[in-house]
């Protein structure tokens, strides 16, 4: 298998989507931070220092997967056109579930966008309660769904 990041010399490139068509292109990702039952309560209580945690949270995640292309080098500067946040409360873990949708009408995909906004999404969690835990736990960070483009859809079957 080639990989589409490397030329014919084995050097780094980004790939070329020029001849690829203009899509709708979907991708959802989700993952869980793991937290004290103290700093669980401070979320839900919002009585945390810092401030609102999970909408904070939120702004985070939605800044992170505009951001995309400055954080990892081969992505393209997307003009996504939604970005949607979820944060479910899972009180008997206890823990929070981050899940990011993002969408465009584009040559390439938006699954690393999904990603990134959910992994700083929860690492602001994580920046917003550790002075209450430092032992919290980031989980499952992981392509849930994507749609449009060539290579098709994909559904994560748990």
Do not use: W
Request: charged content about 20%; glycine content about 6%.
């Amino acid at each position: 298998m080639n990989l589409t990041h490397l030329d014919e010399q084995n050097k780094p490139k980004m790939v070329d989507v020029s001849d690829k068509s203009n899509t709708t292109r979907v991708a959802s990702a989700s993952g869980m931070i793991e937290v004290g039952q103290e700093a669980f309560d401070a979320v839900v209580n919002n009585s945390a220092k810092k401030g609102p945690v999970l909408q904070t949270a939120v702004i985070s995640a939605i800044q992170a997967t505009k951001q995309t292309s400055t954080l990892i080098p081969m992505c393209h500067p997307l003009m996504l056109t939604s970005v949607k946040t979820d944060i479910e409360e899972l009180p008997d873990i206890p823990a929070f579930k981050l899940t990011v949708t993002a969408k465009l009408n584009g040559q390439t995909g938006v699954e690393m966008e999904a990603l990134t906004g959910v992994s700083v999404g929860l690492l602001t969690i994580y920046d917003m309660l550790k002075a209450i835990d430092k032992g919290m736990v980031i989980r499952n960070v992981q392509l849930e769904t994507k749609s449009g483009g060539n290579s098709g859809d994909f559904c994560r079957e748990d």
